[in-house]
């Protein structure tokens, strides 16, 4: 593990996590995901058991709509970053 993912997971640690439930990804967790990420850079998401099987397609369109970088996934938690403007 590189020295500034290393930083990054240390950070995550404290992070905000997003619960992502039965109804997935909609526009109010996406503008939540923004807010936090905007305030905090580092954000982590957990996805309920029902729809982790999903996981993958609702990381890929996060990361894409909030043009923020996948850190980490681990079962069903996922990390992600994105630099303060």
């Known amino acids: 593990m590189s020295q500034s993912k290393k930083e990054m997971m240390n950070r995550a640690l404290s ?10 990804v909609n526009d109010n967790v996406l503008e939540e995901i923004k807010r936090q990420l905007k305030a905090n850079e580092i954000v982590k998401i957990k996805f309920a058991k029902n729809i982790a099987k999903n996981k993958d397609d609702y990381i890929a369109d996060i990361v894409s709509q909030t043009r923020a970088k996948l850190i980490d996934v681990r079962g069903r938690v996922a990390v992600i970053y994105k630099k303060k403007p």
């Open 15 to 24: 992070a905000m996590t997003i619960n992502i439930g039965k109804f997935g």
